[in-house]
């Protein structure tokens, strides 16, 4: 009888370290591979990084504000020059979230329609699809097919803000959406709350950017307007009738940039309609700046609340 006991006692010991060690083992944590296996969808998009995989921060819901939001109103537009295609993000097709994607040979004549949207701190001081270190305090952009690195103009269809982007990041992989701006240039185009917008969205030539840029240094002067124009004043009348305008203080407040001459004149004729202030179309190179001004000290407040009753809630100050 005592024999049996012990027997029992044994497989009994037995049985408890057997729990154990199972019990230890179905806490240990996954290796290194096993991890990566499991966030992996199989995106292979070039390069590989967190933008262009399912587990990385692409993935995540929603992205994020600065935590203390600079005034990025004053951010310059990306200058076009020409550059050699990058190295990296440049493969004729490329695959993510098992969708096969297709980079175009040259961005010669590029236009198109679509819906923007921006990404900001979850991937700022990341690399981007070509190698390079995503700034969202800068001006640039990521598309799904355009050459990287390709300068773009993206326009507003909501309020005709234009800025200069340039592209060197791969997505956005949402079907409905265009391209995916900086932080600032979702800023400048007045986007960042909606999260999206309505955009027109040009690729540029440098070689042609620098070319008329080059032919409007020296009249880099604003456009006439025909509607306030009068015969030059002579230096007796400029003696006897200085301009009434304060010689200090005295500021426009830019509502819009823009390529073409002709929306930009139409835009001003329309608001000349609307406030009782003065607006003028302001080339510089190949942009055209809708501006309303001269404005004092003291009337910013009430043309800014006429701007803002006009719809336009997208204003910075030009001196």
């Given at each position: 009888?005592?024999?049996?006991?012990?027997?029992?006692?044994?497989?009994?010991?037995?049985?408890?370290?057997?729990?154990?060690?199972?019990?230890?083992?179905?806490?240990?944590?996954?290796?290194?591979?096993?991890?990566?296996?499991?966030?992996?969808?199989?995106?292979?998009?070039?390069?590989s990084n967190d933008r262009d995989t399912a587990g990385g921060r692409y993935a995540m819901s929603g992205d994020a504000y600065p935590l203390e939001p600079p005034d990025v109103s004053s951010v310059p537009d990306a200058v076009p020059r020409d550059e050699p295609l990058s190295r990296a993000g440049n493969r004729s097709t490329y695959e993510v979230w098992g969708k096969t994607y297709h980079v175009l040979p040259d961005a010669d004549g590029y236009t198109k329609q679509g819906l923007a949207s921006w990404y900001g701190e979850k991937f700022h001081g990341y690399a981007t699809s070509n190698g390079e270190i995503y700034d969202m305090y800068k001006m640039s952009a990521a598309h799904r097919?355009?050459?990287?690195?390709?300068?773009?103009?993206?326009?507003?269809?909501?309020?005709?803000?234009?800025?200069?982007?340039?592209?060197?990041?791969r997505g956005p992989f949402h079907s409905d959406r265009e391209i995916d701006l900086s932080y600032a240039a979702a800023a400048?185009?007045?986007?960042?709350?909606?999260?999206?917008?309505?955009?027109?969205?040009?690729?540029?030539?440098?070689?042609?950017?620098?070319?008329?840029?080059?032919?409007?240094?020296?009249?880099s002067t604003p456009v006439p307007d025909t509607a306030t124009a009068s015969a030059p004043?002579?230096?007796?009348?400029?003696?006897?009738?200085?301009?009434?305008?304060?010689?200090?203080?005295?500021?426009?407040?830019?509502?819009?940039?823009?390529?073409?001459?002709?929306?930009?004149?139409?835009?001003?004729?329309?608001?000349?309609?609307?406030?009782?202030?003065?607006?003028?179309?302001?080339?510089?190179?190949d942009i055209y700046r809708v501006q309303v001004g001269p404005v004092a000290a003291d009337q910013e407040s009430d043309a800014r609340k006429a701007l803002h009753d006009a719809g336009f809630t997208d204003v910075f100050i030009v001196r």
């Open positions: 009888m005592k024999y049996y006991v012990n027997v029992w006692q044994q497989l009994g010991c037995a049985a408890l370290i057997l729990v154990v060690v199972s019990g230890c083992a179905s806490h240990e944590p996954m290796s290194g591979s096993s991890q990566s296996a499991q966030n992996r969808t199989g995106a292979s998009a070039e390069p097919s355009l050459p990287l690195p390709t300068y773009a103009r993206v326009t507003s269809e909501r309020n005709g803000q234009s800025v200069i982007v340039r592209v060197n990041d400048r185009l007045g986007i960042l709350d909606e999260g999206t917008g309505a955009v027109t969205v040009e690729a540029i030539n440098p070689e042609q950017w620098q070319a008329q840029r080059s032919r409007n240094t020296s009249r004043e002579t230096p007796e009348r400029n003696r006897d009738n200085p301009p009434s305008e304060p010689s200090g203080g005295v500021v426009y407040l830019q509502i819009a940039a823009l390529g073409d001459p002709q929306n930009a004149q139409k835009m001003r004729s329309e608001l000349s309609n609307t406030i009782s202030h003065d607006v003028r179309v302001n080339q510089d190179d």
